[in-house]
C-alpha cells in the first residue's frame, strides 16, 4: 500500500498572504524531504480576487499539484469567505483551520450585500468538514506587525497536523523569499503552535496515511 | 544563451527577471511582442541564442516575426509562449495553430522541472534543424512551482554564421524557397519527433491509451493510473507514425490536451478513432474534476460548491485608472477603452465603458466609430488607451485617429508597459505620450494629473469641445510602485454621513462600518480621490490637510 500524496489548500483574498503561507508550506514539506508540487491562482487584478495555493506533498511521487476533486486534506483560510468558497474540495474527514476575519467583497462595502453571520459560517463549514475550528491568526500576525504573516499563524498550527516536524518549518521560515522575513515567520509559527492547546481533541487528532 | 527579450506580462516578466539575475545573458524588455521575437532573432543569425518570452495569449502579436525567422532558417531562436485556457488572463488562444503557421516546431513541458529542459532542448532543436522553437506553457503550469535542482550551465561561443542563402534571391523566389525550405524542415522534424525523448510511451492496460501533454499529463496519470499513456513533449510536427502505433496497441484511445483539439484532429486525419473535446469540452482548463467528469462519472467525491459571494477583480486603492473613471462618469462620454489594468472594463459601477475591443484597438475603434456616426457622437468621443499601447498596436490607429476630431486619452502611469502592476522587467524602455501623440498629428495634446478630479474633467470638456483631434495624457504612477505612495487618508466620524460617495469610487480601502466610513490605514495609497468626491470634508489626509 502506498500513501497517496496528502493535499493542502491555502485560501485568502489578494493582499492576505495565501501566497506567502502557501510557499512556507510548500518549502517545510520539502525541507521534511517529500516530494512537493504547488500551483498558485491568482486574480487577474493584484488589489482584490480569491487567491487559492495548492500544495501537495508526500514522501512518493506526487504527479501534480491539482488533486482529486473534493479529497483535500486540509484548508487554511485567511477568511470565512474564502473558507467557504473552497471547503467542497476538502473531503469529510480531513480538517479546516479559518482565519477569524472577513474581508468584504466591493458589493459589501458599498452596503447593497451583508456578509454572512460569522457563526452561520462557521456552522455551513462544520456541517461539510467537522474537524473546522477558527482561530484569530490575523490578530496574532498584525501583534507581529503585517497580517500577511496571517498564512504562517495557521501553517504553524496545522504544521502538527499535517506531520510536518518543527526543524523543517523552521528551516523552510529561511528558504521563503524574502529572507529577512524570516524571524517574522519564525514568531508566526510560534505564535501558531501556541494555540494548538486551545484545539478540540478531534481536531488535534494527526491523520494516518490514506491509501493511494 | 546570448540574448533575453520580452515584454512586461507574465510570465515573460519573470522569466526575463530571472535571466537578469544570473548576469550571463544581455536581457533587454522590449514594448511589444514582435519587437521581442525580432531582437532574438537577430541574436541568432549572428549566430548566438536568443530567447524571446511572451506574455500569456500574446503569441499573435510575434506572428510575423515568428514568420520571418522561420523563413530565415534561423538556429538558436527559442519563443516562450504561455497559452491560457482559463480565459482569466488572456483570450485563450492556441499557440500551437500559430506555430503551425509559420512552420516552427512546439515543445510542450509538464511541470517546472521539464520546463528548464524543454528550453535546453528547444535550443539543441533549433540549432539542429536551422528553425526557431516554441515553448508552450500555460499560466496555471507557469504559477506552479517545485524544487528544481540547479544543472549546471555551460558557455556557448556565438557560433558565427554565413548569409542566408534565400537573401540572395529575388523575393517571389525567395517565397518558394523559404516555404519549400520549411516544408523539408517539417518532415525532417516529423521523422526525428519518432525517436525524440520530448516525447514518452507508458504501456500499462492493452484496454485505454490516452495521448496528452503538457500539465494534464501529471493529472491524467493520477486520474487514470491503469491507461497507457503517450505524453508528446513535442507536439508539432505531430508524430503521426508514433500516434498510429500507440493506438494500435490500445482497444480504447483519449486525447487529453487544453484549447484546440490540435492532436485530435491529427488522429481523426489519419482516420485513427479516438475521443477528446467531445468528452472534455473545448472550452476552460482540464482540471481532475473534467478528467472525472469525463472518464469516471459519479466517482467525483466533491459536492456542489457553498454559495458564496463573489469577489471580483477590483483596482488597486489609488489607481489613476478609478480617478479617469470618474473623469469620463462625470462628463457622459461614450468611451471605447483598451483592457489597461484589466479590471477597468470588469468594473462597470466605476465609469462609462461602452465598449472594450482589445489590447491596442480603443483608437482605430473610436476613430471607425466617429467616421460612421459623424455630428451624432461629437464631442462625445472618447477612447482611452495606457501608455503600453502607444508602441505596440496602437500607434498606427492613432495617426488615422489624429486625422479625425476625436479625443484620445492616454493613461501614462510612467512605465511604458500595460499597467505597471506586473513583473517588471529589469532596465526598460521609456517613451514620452505627449512628444509621441504631438508627432502623430494631434491638434492638442495636454497633460493633466488624473488624480486631480476637478482640473482633469476641466481639461477634458475643453479638449472634447475642440473641433480637431485632442490627445489628453493622464499622468500618475501606478500605485504598485511604494514611491508613488502617500500618508493615508482618514474619515472624521462626526462630519461623515454615510452619503455613500466615497464608497462608489470602488476603492478596496474604503468600508462602511455602519456608523461611519472608515479607511483602512493599511491599504490606502492616500491619492486622495475619496477626499475629492466627499461633500461634508469629512475626509482628510492623516496628519493634516493637504495644501
Partial sequence: MTASPTTVLVAGAAGQGAEEGGALLAAAAAAAGHQVRLAT?????????SV?????FGPGAVPTPFGPPGEADGLLALDRLEALRWIHEVRAGGFALVAAATLPT???RLGIAAAPPPADVLARL???VPRTAEVDALGLAREIGCPLYGGSVLLGLAGPLLGIPEPALDAAAAAVEPAEAAPARRLALALGQSLLAGLPEALRRVPGPRAA | MHVASGCEGEPSGTILQTLSALGEVAVEPAPWERAAVEVALGAALAGGRGLA?????ALAAALPALDAASASGAAGLVVVACDDPSGRYAPPADSRLLAREAMAPVVEPSDPAECREAVAQAFELSERFETPVVVRISTRLADSAEPVEEASRRAIPPRGRGRDPAAAEALEERATFTRVRGLERLAQLAAHALEAPLNRLELRSAEVGVVTSGLAYGMVREALPEASVLKLGLVHPVPSGLLRAFAGRVRTLHVVEELEPFLEAELRAAHIACDGKDRLGRTGEITPATLARAFRPGAERAGAPEPVPVRPPELCPGCPYRALAQGLKRLHVSATVDPGCRAFPAFPTLGPVDRAPGQGAAAGVAHGLAMALGQRIRGRDVAALPDGALLQEAAGALALAAQGQGTVLICDVGGGGWTGSGVRAPGGWRVDPASLLAALGYASVRVVD???LGATAAVLREELARPASS????????????ASRRPPMRVDGRRCNRCGACLRLGCPALSDDLESVVVSASACAGCGLCAQVCRPRAIEPCGGARS
Avoid at chain 2, 495624457?473 to 501606478?478: N, Q
Fill in chain 1, 126 to 128: 462544520r456541517a461539510r
Fill in chain 2, 471 to 482: 490627445a489628453v495624457v493622464a499622468r500618475a504612477p501606478c500605485t504598485r510602485w511604494p
Fill in chain 1, 41 to 49: 491562482e491568482r486574480p487577474p487584478s493584484p488589489a482584490a480576487g
Fill in chain 1, 106 to 108: 466591493p458589493a459589501m
Fill in chain 2, 53 to 57: 518570452a511572451v506574455p500569456a495569449g
Fill in chain 2, 450 to 452: 488624473p488624480l486631480d
Fill in chain 1, 52 to 56: 487559492l495555493c495548492r500544495v501537495r
